[in-house]
């Protein structure tokens, strides 16, 4: 039997939590990081997030829109 410490169950926790929002937004950003927001109530913003703050003119302008 093997046993797993904290970190390992921390690191798989995270994965979990990872593929379970990659499902419910049908993201295909696996080896990539992607930026998904995501307003208060669930509903979904964007799914590009990553691309539009990194490439965007200005990325504080993008971010305050998607809060407005």
Excluded: C
Excluded at 12 to 37: Q, S, V
Excluded at 40 to 45: F, I, L, P, W
Excluded at 51 to 67: D, E, F, L, M
Aim: aromatic share 6%; glycine share 6%; proline share 4%.
């Amino acid at each position: 039997m093997t046993l797993l410490v904290d970190d390992q169950l921390e690191t798989f926790a995270r994965r979990r939590k990872a593929t379970a929002i990659g499902t419910i937004f049908r993201t295909d950003h696996k080896p990539i990081p992607a930026l998904i927001m995501v307003k208060s109530d669930g509903t979904k913003v964007t799914k590009d997030g990553r691309n539009k703050v990194q490439y965007g003119k200005s990325p504080k302008a993008t971010i305050s829109k998607w809060k407005a």
